[in-house]
């Protein structure tokens, strides 16, 4: 695939230094907060009942086979009972990518190729999460991801190989959240093994580790990092981690009735196995749903 300058202007963002210290405070208290502070809490929290659609654009950049670009469709579903919430989300993923580029979450076992863009693989994870949570929030289910790698041009499907895995795996997801004001921090966390697909690909054994810290400004703006930590179980010890750090900003927009949260952050990859990228870059719009 040819080289091109997507994302240029995002700079990356480093040097936050960060000291927790305020005082506890339940989920509950923010789904009842009148100020539109309460927004931007319910953005932050990966386990709130909130209808959104998050529009997410990664760049991971110096590879030594080229970059890789990532558009990705995020709807965030809850469906609420009374004593529990169900919080589902998909993630369909478009890829380009100009060869094998190891470290990445959406491509546990790179296919070798000349390049391509394309579906990638499918990921959809549902939390069970108690309705009425304490100072510390949790949900806990099962994560799917599905062999949906397809090519967009009339090219052998053979090509489409370096979009996915070509496995269908599964395995438990884990999410940890608390927003003692005016911190919003958390953990969400996967690991999934191959149980179906082609004989001819790698079987997949990978884990996503995602902390995350958010500082929160006046007038909805906040600072936030918010690291994929991933780990090929296949892979030998100096060849198994992808450990980035960096940072990013964000603030939430009132468009009429709803909301938008916007987010841009910059990784460097001090920790990498060969062939990955050593920084990424992305941008993040999520349309919120008024409850």
Same mark, same amino acid.
């Given at each position: 695939? %040819?080289?091109?300058?997507?994302?240029?202007?995002?700079l990356?963002?480093? *040097?936050?230094?960060?000291?927790?210290?305020?005082?506890?405070?339940?989920?509950?208290e923010? &789904?009842?907060?009148?100020?539109?502070?309460?927004?931007?809490?319910k953005?932050?929290?990966?386990?709130s009942?909130?209808?959104?659609?998050?529009?997410?654009?990664?760049?991971?950049?110096?590879?030594?086979?080229?970059?890789?670009?990532?558009?990705?469709?995020?709807?965030?579903?809850?469906? %609420?009972?009374?004593?529990?919430?169900?919080?589902?989300?998909?993630?369909?993923? =478009?890829?380009?990518?100009?060869?094998?580029?190891? /470290?990445?979450?959406e491509?546990? &076992?790179p296919?070798?190729?000349s390049?391509?863009?394309?579906?990638?693989? @499918?990921? =959809?994870? @549902?939390?069970?999460?108690?309705?009425h949570?304490g100072?510390? !929030?949790?949900?806990?289910?099962?994560?799917?991801?599905?062999?949906?790698?397809?090519? =967009?041009?009339?090219? @052998?499907?053979?090509?489409?190989? &370096?979009?996915?895995? *070509? %496995?269908?795996?599964?395995?438990?997801?884990?999410?940890?959240?608390?927003?003692?004001?005016?911190w919003?921090? *958390?953990?969400?966390?996967?690991?999934?093994?191959?149980?179906? /697909? !082609?004989?001819?690909?790698?079987?997949v054994?990978?884990?996503?580790?995602?902390?995350?810290?958010?500082?929160?400004?006046?007038?909805?703006?906040?600072l936030? @990092?918010?690291?994929?930590?991933?780990?090929?179980?296949?892979?030998?010890?100096?060849?198994?981690?992808?450990?980035?750090? /960096?940072?990013?900003?964000?603030?939430?927009?009132?468009?009429?009735?709803?909301?938008?949260?916007?987010?841009?952050? *910059?990784?460097?990859?001090?920790?990498?196995p060969?062939?990955?990228? &050593?920084?990424?870059a992305?941008?993040?719009?999520?349309?919120?749903f %008024?409850?």
């Amino acid at each position: 695939m %040819k080289k091109t300058s997507l994302l240029n202007c995002l700079l990356l963002m480093s *040097g936050l230094s960060m000291a927790v210290a305020a005082q506890s405070a339940s989920a509950d208290e923010y &789904e009842n907060t009148a100020d539109d502070s309460a927004t931007v809490y319910k953005a932050q929290n990966p386990l709130s009942p909130t209808y959104s659609i998050p529009l997410n654009y990664t760049y991971h950049g110096g590879a030594e086979n080229g970059g890789v670009s990532i558009g990705s469709i995020q709807p965030i579903i809850p469906v %609420k009972f009374e004593d529990f919430h169900l919080i589902n989300q998909l993630s369909l993923n =478009f890829m380009g990518t100009s060869g094998p580029v190891n /470290g990445i979450a959406e491509l546990p &076992e790179p296919f070798p190729g000349s390049g391509v863009s394309g579906l990638a693989d @499918t990921n =959809f994870t @549902t939390l069970l999460a108690p309705a009425h949570q304490g100072a510390v !929030s949790w949900g806990v289910g099962p994560a799917f991801v599905f062999p949906t790698d397809t090519l =967009f041009t009339s090219i @052998t499907d053979r090509r489409s190989r &370096e979009l996915g895995s *070509g %496995k269908f795996s599964v395995g438990p997801a884990l999410t940890l959240a608390t927003q003692p004001k005016p911190w919003s921090l *958390g953990v969400k966390a996967r690991q999934v093994w191959s149980v179906l /697909g !082609s004989e001819s690909r790698d079987s997949v054994s990978q884990m996503v580790v995602q902390p995350f810290i958010n500082y929160n400004l006046e007038d909805n703006w906040y600072l936030v @990092t918010d690291m994929d930590m991933v780990a090929n179980w296949n892979r030998n010890d100096d060849q198994r981690w992808t450990v980035p750090v /960096g940072a990013g900003v964000g603030k939430v927009f009132k468009v009429g009735d709803h909301d938008i949260n916007t987010r841009m952050e *910059g990784y460097y990859n001090p920790v990498r196995p060969d062939n990955a990228p &050593e920084w990424s870059a992305n941008l993040t719009l999520q349309y919120m749903f %008024k409850d």
